[in-house]
């Protein structure tokens, strides 16, 4: 890379047009991008994106930033690309579909569409539409062959709580509750009562010792199963047990919009954390080409990962640096 070398000191700051900038870095040299462009004819930051332009020029726009994110991202490496909607003659447009298509088209493997839900929203003065109160953030890799590691997630976050048997599992059923599905089955044997409770405290064991995150049983004639190999399991044992080993999140993340700094729209960092401690490895180089206030390089710096940040208004820069010299 032109722009910097492997002993440059990070969170490393570029001003500039990152349409021009990135051409300087080498092919397959950064782990994880995670980025916001300009929204359409929401935002001027830069000649390819400018408020008078089409729609079409502005999908092309990104194609053409994605084609070139495609050739410095390493074949392990994400993309995560977060982008807003718009609505042009009363109809919305659905912009993020449209270019999510157009990425799948040119060969990028969509992993996850990744829906953001805005815990506080404008309400819309539009008296004939709901409230737009979400974003997609769409996760991208090159090869099915990517570096993802649940590992490196806060243990204390990844657990349920524990206390006693009041554990909450993501079928949104709590320890207690499979004890008293189990105390009063009909369809259960007292054998098999007594091995579910035992199964049922040895899941709680472990979530106590932080080898799993989260259980379910499944118990005869209170749970369906469709599997074959499932349903010949639950009849002869009378329950089932599944464990998890990490809390996979789902794909729609409740988060907060961040609170207005000197930029209009900055990352919130509860989105950005995922992706970087999931997708890029310790020690390794995470890019963000619209850089803003700088979240994406300061929560990088908190979890051990060099970053890059670029974007073409100074004053950006210059606060984002800021931001991450006054945390170090």
């Not at 969170?11 to 092919?27: M, N, R, T």
């Not at 009562?193 to 199964?199: G, H, T």
């Not at 996979?248 to 401690?277: C, G, M, Q, R």
Request: aromatic letters at 10%.
């Amino acid at each position: 890379m032109k722009k910097f070398d492997k002993n440059q000191n990070f969170p490393h700051f570029i001003h500039g047009d990152c349409f021009s900038v990135l051409k300087d870095f080498e092919a397959e040299s950064i782990d994880c991008v995670i980025t916001s462009p300009p929204y359409f004819r929401e935002r001027e930051k830069n000649k390819q994106f400018n408020l008078n332009q089409s729609l079409e020029s502005y999908i092309d726009n990104i194609l053409s930033f994605a084609r070139e994110i495609k050739r410095i991202l390493k074949n392990g490496g994400s993309f995560w690309l977060n982008l807003g909607d718009c609505y042009q003659k009363t109809s919305l447009q659905l912009i993020p579909t449209r270019i999510a298509t157009k990425l799948i088209e040119d060969g990028w493997i969509l992993n996850n569409d990744i829906i953001w839900k805005k815990a506080s929203y404008t309400p819309t003065s539009y008296k004939k539409r709901l409230s737009s109160s979400y974003e997609h953030f769409f996760h991208f890799v090159k090869t099915n062959d990517f570096y993802y590691n649940l590992v490196g997630l806060d243990s204390k976050k990844r657990r349920p709580k524990v206390d006693g048997q009041i554990i909450k599992t993501s079928s949104n059923v709590t320890g207690i509750n499979y004890l008293k599905i189990i105390k009063s089955s009909i369809a259960l044997t007292e054998a098999e009562k007594r091995n579910a409770v035992l199964a049922l405290e040895e899941c709680i064991n472990e979530i106590k010792e932080g080898k799993i995150s989260d259980f379910r049983l499944l118990i005869k004639g209170h749970n369906k199963v469709s599997s074959e190999n499932r349903k010949k399991e639950l009849e002869k044992n009378g329950f089932i047990v599944i464990k998890s080993k990490y809390n996979k999140p789902s794909d729609i993340w409740e988060i907060l919009p961040e609170k207005k700094s000197n930029h209009y729209a900055p990352f919130p960092e509860d989105l950005v954390t995922f992706p970087i401690i999931v997708t890029c490895p310790p020690k390794g180089v995470v890019l963000d080409p619209f850089v803003g206030s700088g979240t994406t390089c300061y929560i990088a710096m908190k979890n051990n990962r060099k970053s890059i940040g670029i974007d073409i208004n100074k004053d950006f820069i210059n606060y984002a640096q800021e931001r991450c010299n006054k945390n170090q």
